[in-house]
């Protein structure tokens, strides 16, 4: 989950529809992604069915992603809370919400919302699953890609919904850890720590990757790792702008999109608001006007 628009991720992606009121987007390194793959197992194999029923899984796959990031989006509508779009990525989706929730157990039923989500496509897969013919024995004994595509969804499924409880954010698990330390402790702690986790978490990831060979394992680490560390300095500055209100008697009520509402305005050089709370980028607002963030590593 991310709560405000990129823009730059935005113009690098293209409209492939909307669904529940969301615009779904395909970032163009997804496209990259399947015509590499394509490509591959037509040069190797020579085979157009082989080929076509490989992207098909692949699409199949990250439609349960889409699913995925669709269920954080309409448990984040239940609290009043919009998404401006979701996009799709190799590494896979994000689900962009106005605003994050400042409530620990309406960010905790949010962020439970996408497993949940993958879970309950399992159960569905799995009883077609055995209605076709199929034993558990068999499933477990399949690697994930081996099989039919209605075994490979289901164990895919399966996978994304545990894979994403690991307590790492931004992944799912490290929101759940964050709200749930919330509820007991300031929410700043509360990121520091689940942070902290998350770095070591996310250099397990890199440090296994390298050694098995696993590229996309080292990616996602890697992009964990980053992620983790900017949203505690997100939550450092979002502190930072709530004792600077509280100092001047002001309450903070984020608007729309991450921005300060109009008739909340600062001194110059104190307001510091960040436009958007993913690992990507953040901006001071000086002066009314918006400069790139030097952020210290």
């Given at each position: 989950m991310s709560n405000a628009?990129?823009?730059?991720?935005?113009?690098?992606?293209f409209r492939f529809g909307e669904y529940f009121g969301i615009e779904l987007r395909l970032h163009w390194t997804f496209l990259a992604l399947g015509a590499w793959i394509g490509l591959s197992i037509l040069s190797e194999t020579g085979?157009?069915?082989?080929?076509?029923?490989?992207?098909?899984?692949?699409?199949?796959?990250?439609?349960?992603?889409?699913?995925?990031?669709?269920?954080?989006?309409?448990?984040?509508?239940?609290?009043?809370?919009?998404?401006?779009?979701?996009?799709?990525?190799?590494?896979?989706?994000?689900?962009?919400?106005?605003?994050?929730?400042?409530?620990?157990?309406?960010?905790?039923?949010?962020?439970l919302a996408g497993p949940a989500t993958n879970f309950v496509l399992a159960a569905g897969l799995g009883v077609l699953y055995l209605l076709t013919g199929g034993s558990i024995s068999n499933l477990i004994q399949l690697s994930i890609f081996d099989g039919s595509l209605l075994s490979v969804l289901l164990q895919v499924n399966i996978v994304m919904g545990l894979f994403n409880l690991l307590p790492a954010l931004p992944m799912d698990g490290g929101r759940v850890l964050r709200a749930g330390l919330s509820l007991r402790m300031p929410a700043l702690k509360a990121t520091g720590i689940a942070s902290t986790l998350a770095r070591m978490i996310a250099t397990g990831m890199m440090v296994y990757g390298l050694v098995r060979g696993g590229l996309m394992l080292t990616i996602i680490g890697g992009f964990v790792w980053v992620t983790a560390r900017n949203e505690y300095k997100n939550a450092i500055l979002i502190e930072k702008m709530k004792m600077s209100h509280r100092r001047q008697g002001t309450d903070f009520s984020p608007g729309k999109n991450g921005q300060a509402p109009s008739n909340q305005a600062s001194p110059a050089g104190e307001w510091v608001q960040p436009e958007v709370v993913s690992p990507e980028r953040k901006k001071f607002t000086l002066d009314g006007k918006t400069k790139p963030a030097r952020s210290r590593p």
């Amino acid at each position: 989950m991310s709560n405000a628009a990129d823009s730059e991720t935005t113009m690098s992606s293209f409209r492939f529809g909307e669904y529940f009121g969301i615009e779904l987007r395909l970032h163009w390194t997804f496209l990259a992604l399947g015509a590499w793959i394509g490509l591959s197992i037509l040069s190797e194999t020579g085979s157009l069915l082989l080929t076509t029923h490989s992207l098909v899984t692949l699409a199949s796959i990250f439609g349960c992603v889409a699913l995925h990031e669709y269920g954080h989006a309409l448990a984040a509508r239940h609290y009043g809370i919009g998404t401006l779009e979701i996009t799709l990525l190799p590494i896979g989706g994000v689900a962009r919400l106005e605003r994050m929730p400042e409530d620990p157990k309406q960010e905790l039923w949010i962020a439970l919302a996408g497993p949940a989500t993958n879970f309950v496509l399992a159960a569905g897969l799995g009883v077609l699953y055995l209605l076709t013919g199929g034993s558990i024995s068999n499933l477990i004994q399949l690697s994930i890609f081996d099989g039919s595509l209605l075994s490979v969804l289901l164990q895919v499924n399966i996978v994304m919904g545990l894979f994403n409880l690991l307590p790492a954010l931004p992944m799912d698990g490290g929101r759940v850890l964050r709200a749930g330390l919330s509820l007991r402790m300031p929410a700043l702690k509360a990121t520091g720590i689940a942070s902290t986790l998350a770095r070591m978490i996310a250099t397990g990831m890199m440090v296994y990757g390298l050694v098995r060979g696993g590229l996309m394992l080292t990616i996602i680490g890697g992009f964990v790792w980053v992620t983790a560390r900017n949203e505690y300095k997100n939550a450092i500055l979002i502190e930072k702008m709530k004792m600077s209100h509280r100092r001047q008697g002001t309450d903070f009520s984020p608007g729309k999109n991450g921005q300060a509402p109009s008739n909340q305005a600062s001194p110059a050089g104190e307001w510091v608001q960040p436009e958007v709370v993913s690992p990507e980028r953040k901006k001071f607002t000086l002066d009314g006007k918006t400069k790139p963030a030097r952020s210290r590593p």
